[in-house]
């Protein structure tokens, strides 16, 4: 190995080796540098188009941004009628004006896919009015706007006024109910299968982002015009014209938000200040100090300025909303017209046949020695049923005027007990209410408890339905009802002389009782609960009075001494407690079932303002769910203390109730005819949430499209219980409880029924014509529609019609109860709302750059830009804004200690108007909200 080592130079083998290593190296920066190179080009391809996204999304931005604040200042301007609902043509506002250097600068906003993003039925409006025409003005249709300042760019919209579409994330079309669906979409299908799918529809799909959405999951369901009429459209080119009346019920936007209506400053939220606190709700039978002072603050302060006149202590106001509202069915005060879903005590009648007293004769032995005589003696009442045991029947009428009680659970009884006494006036006098101090000089006579059949538990149809008689029986032993007066010799027992004129008196208490042993309806009662010792004396006592008989010892009548008065009747049950609201009547067991005689005279025409019917209605549901529940109430007043009189004599057969004026008068929601108007019910009372909206969607009234306008009406649930949503209810069973629906009302499942259609139709005009009134430009913001939708000059939801079938002037099919009506307003206006303006913005942008070696624009576009729709929610109230003090009457000169404007003022987000010192309400801040934005594809 040393020897081949020497024979060749290692120098020779490593020449070049440097050369080869800086080549190789070279070749590698070479190539690296290629690589480098094409990998930057690409990334800065990537980040250039990086770049121009951001820069188009914040031109989309800013585009929006001067889009609001235009359509904004439009609205704010003084001498624009429209502000709460803008009548642009075809619902359209472009990026355009008069006399304006962009004015030539036409804009293609829209494309394909933004059709998509509209209720189908705009859609060729929104085409027509989006791209300047052959025959239009040269301002008119989209023109591209410059972004002023420091950005480079240019801008254009197309505004479309969806402010009156129904949210179809929020809306359903079977039910409704008070907490989370207050509009129906049901209208809106033909079929019930069409509604229930439906809503399994959009209860498998959880929430739409936008309508594009919507419609993408109906096509995928089912692949036809009305499942998706834009896929429809960009399929086969045929999209059907304006007219389109299948296009018309899909008045569909996929986002909203609710708010109520002003208030006064001061009104009450009945759902943050409910009026009783649910400690006391929650206690069956509250002492009665328990009650005093129990009515929330705010809104006891609220109830005074809504009701005009006279009002009760605090005390009884707080049982009456306590027992409406509470879940029990036992009344906090049984001395007050407290109203409870018990039976009630309504008419007494007596068999004068049986009932009456009866001269008898029986022969005795007296003397030694003995011989017969024959001794006269009054029978106080009855016939003999055993020998020593003397019975009469005794008849009560009871009477439950609550409808729908079939569909509640049935979980109370009741039974009745009366507590009777016989009076003989051996010196008859003519006998008053307050005539019968002392129960000891009285004859008690024997009751056995009977429990009340179930009457309530069949379905109502009529006012007479709702009245129940019952066959009662007293007794007593003879001996203590016998009383001798004479003898055929003419001796007079010791209490009786020789012409002395004598009568026996009837008096009665007649009490139900629940199955837990509560006492729930007294008629009469004196004390404000039930005491067992004292009942008789503190309380003036309904009574039956005979005829006088004179005793004589020769030629005495032997015929029954006849009661003058059969029967006693009261005319509204809810005043079953105080004997002075009692009045005689001449009924028999044969006639006197049904509506009473006294009830008859007081609801016969001029009814001066009364519920025109018997009906009633009590929640049960432990909170209220809306002002116009106010309306079942009895109306607050001084009612009578029943222990302090007056007293009162049956005898008069022209006698009247002396609470004839509180009877059958509720709070008014709206007008009971002239001179008897509506309080302002929904001036001082709202409802509304923590953070100051309305849950569900809710209607825009004024909206110009009978299809959005019926959702506040169709298949309104027949009272509050109902609608509530924890009533256990199944959906089956709910689905036809409804006005629209029910075989008492309407019974129809269509939209074209003629019944269904003249009650809406005629509801429809009376709103439009409201809505003309409310577009004055010196109410636009001073009147809301509650203002008009209880003024029976615009709809007259009260009729004196004995039938009850008259209601906007028309006749419906069936009686539309006085509670009916009140449902029926109070359930569809709170199913809408003027405060919402939903503005769907359709926004092109693009950045524009300066020409080489100027700072000028001329207009090279750039790859920066875009387009993008987005759902934008406006109030059009100011923000601050109460009804106190806004007549509109053309002073805009509002200062900052205005009541609607807050102390410290807002700030305008636009043009930053300053928040104090005098400034114009039109220049107040409006807040406004964007519901969703999306970049669309260009």
Not at 775 to 780: E, F, G, L, S
């Amino acid at each position: 190995m040393l020897n081949l080592l020497k024979t060749f130079r290692c120098g020779a083998r490593r020449r070049g080796s440097a050369l080869l290593i800086v080549l190789g190296f070279l070749s590698f920066m070479v190539i690296s540098g290629v690589s480098f190179a094409i990998y930057m080009r690409t990334e800065r391809q990537a980040s250039s188009n990086y770049r121009h996204a951001v820069n188009g999304r914040h031109l989309l931005n800013a585009g929006l941004a001067r889009a609001m604040e235009e359509i904004d200042s439009e609205l704010r301007l003084r001498d624009n009628d429209e502000r709460k609902f803008p009548d642009w043509p075809g619902r359209v506002r472009v990026s355009a004006a008069t006399e304006d250097e962009d004015n030539d600068r036409d804009a293609r906003v829209l494309s394909i896919e933004s059709l998509s993003f509209l209720p189908p039925f705009l859609i060729n409006d929104v085409r027509r009015y989006a791209v300047r025409q052959g025959s239009d003005s040269v301002y008119e249709g989209a023109k591209w706007r410059s972004l002023e300042g420091s950005v480079f760019g240019r801008y254009a919209y197309v505004c479309v006024n969806v402010s009156d579409m129904l949210d179809v994330n929020q809306c359903r079309a079977q039910l409704r109910d008070v907490s989370t669906n207050r509009v129906s979409l049901g209208h809106l299908f033909e079929t019930d299968a069409l509604r229930t799918e439906f809503d399994n529809d959009a209860e498998d799909d959880g929430h739409y982002f936008s309508l594009q959405d919507f419609y993408a999951t109906r096509y995928e369901r089912k692949k036809n015009e009305v499942s998706s009429p834009f896929h429809m459209y960009i399929k086969n080119g045929n999209f059907q014209p304006f007219e389109n009346s299948d296009l018309l019920n899909q008045v569909f936007i996929a986002d909203s938000i609710a708010k109520p209506e002003p208030v006064k400053k001061d009104a009450c939220n009945i759902w943050l200040n409910p009026p009783i606190a649910p400690t006391l709700l929650n206690i069956r039978k509250p002492d009665p100090g328990q009650l005093s002072g129990a009515v929330e603050n705010t809104f006891w302060d609220a109830l005074r300025k809504a009701k005009p006149g006279a009002m009760p202590n605090e005390q009884v106001v707080a049982a009456l909303l306590k027992d409406y509202i509470d879940e029990d069915n036992v009344p906090s005060m049984l001395n007050v017209p407290c109203l409870e879903r018990v039976p009630m005590v309504s008419q007494i009648v007596l068999d004068n046949d049986i009932f009456c007293p009866k001269i008898t004769t029986a022969t005795k032995q007296v003397g030694n020695p003995a011989r017969d005589v024959t001794v006269y003696s009054v029978q106080l009442f009855g016939m003999p049923t055993a020998e020593t045991t003397i019975s009469a029947p005794l008849y009560v009428e009871l009477v439950w005027p609550f409808k729908h009680t079939e569909l509640r659970p049935d979980t109370a009884s009741f039974d009745i007990e009366l507590d009777a006494y016989l009076k003989l006036h051996r010196t008859h006098s003519d006998m008053k209410t307050t005539s019968f101090p002392d129960a000891g000089s009285c004859i008690k006579l024997k009751h056995t408890r009977t429990s009340i059949q179930k009457f309530w538990r069949t379905a109502f149809t009529s006012e007479n339905d709702c009245f129940y008689k019952m066959d009662l029986e007293v007794e007593a032993p003879r001996a203590d009802v016998v009383y001798d007066i004479v003898d055929s010799d003419g001796a007079f027992s010791a209490d009786f002389a020789e012409g002395q004129d004598f009568s026996v008196s009837f008096i009665i208490f007649a009490r139900i009782r629940n199955n837990a042993g509560d006492y729930v309806d007294c008629a009469p009662q004196g004390p404000p609960i039930f005491p067992e010792a004292s009942t008789f004396a503190d309380t003036p006592k309904l009574y039956f009075q005979t005829d006088k008989r004179t005793a004589k010892a020769v030629g005495m009548s032997m015929q029954p001494i006849p009661y003058l008065w059969t029967g006693l009747d009261v005319a509204d049950p809810r005043f079953n407690h105080n004997a002075a609201n009692w009045v005689p009547n001449s009924e028999t067991k044969e006639t006197f079932v049904g509506v009473n005689p006294s009830t008859k005279k007081l609801l016969q025409p001029p009814l001066e303002g009364r519920d025109a019917d018997l009906f009633m209605f009590v929640s049960d549901m432990g909170a209220l769910h809306s002002p116009g529940e106010l309306g079942f109430i009895v109306r607050p007043d001084n009612f009578r203390d029943p222990s302090s009189g007056p007293s009162r004599d049956f005898r008069d057969a022209g006698l009247e109730p002396i609470e004839k004026d509180f009877m059958f008068r509720t709070l008014r929601t709206y007008d009971h005819g002239d001179g008897y108007k509506r309080d302002d019910i929904y001036n001082y009372f709202y409802a509304m949430r923590a953070d100051g909206t309305l849950p569900g969607a809710r209607v825009n009234p004024l909206s110009d499209m009978p299809e959005v306008l019926e959702a506040a009406l169709w298949d309104t649930p027949l009272d509050y219980w109902i609608a509530s949503t924890n009533n256990g209810l199944s959906a089956a069973q709910r689905k036809n409880l409804t006005f629209t629906r029910h075989a008492r009302y309407f019974s129809t499942t269509t939209s074209t029924d003629s019944n269904w259609k003249s009650f809406r139709d005629a509801w429809a005009d009376g709103l439009d014509k409201v809505m003309k009134e409310s577009k004055n430009p010196n109410t636009v913001w001073s009147k809301t529609l509650s203002d008009y939708y209880g003024d029976a000059q615009w709809l007259a939801w009260y009729s004196e019609d004995v039938a009850r079938k008259n209601i906007f002037g028309i006749n419906v099919p069936n009686a539309l109860h006085e509670i009916d009506r009140k449902m029926l307003y109070s359930f569809s206006l709170d199913s809408f709302s003027d405060r919402q303006q939903l503005f769907l913005y359709f926004i092109r942008a693009e950045a524009t750059v300066p020409s080489f070696g100027g700072g000028t624009e001329v207009g090279l576009q750039s790859l920066a830009g875009g387009r993008a729709v987005a759902l934008v929610w406006r109030d059009p109230y100011p923000r601050g804004f109460v009804k106190d003090n806004d007549d509109d009457n053309g002073n805009d000169a509002m200062d900052k200690d205005e009541d609607w404007y807050p102390d410290g003022g807002y700030k305008d987000p636009w043009r930053q108007y300053p928040g104090h010192g005098s400034t114009s309400r039109y220049q107040g801040y409006h807040d406004t909200r964007v519901l969703f934005f999306k970049q669309l594809g260009q």
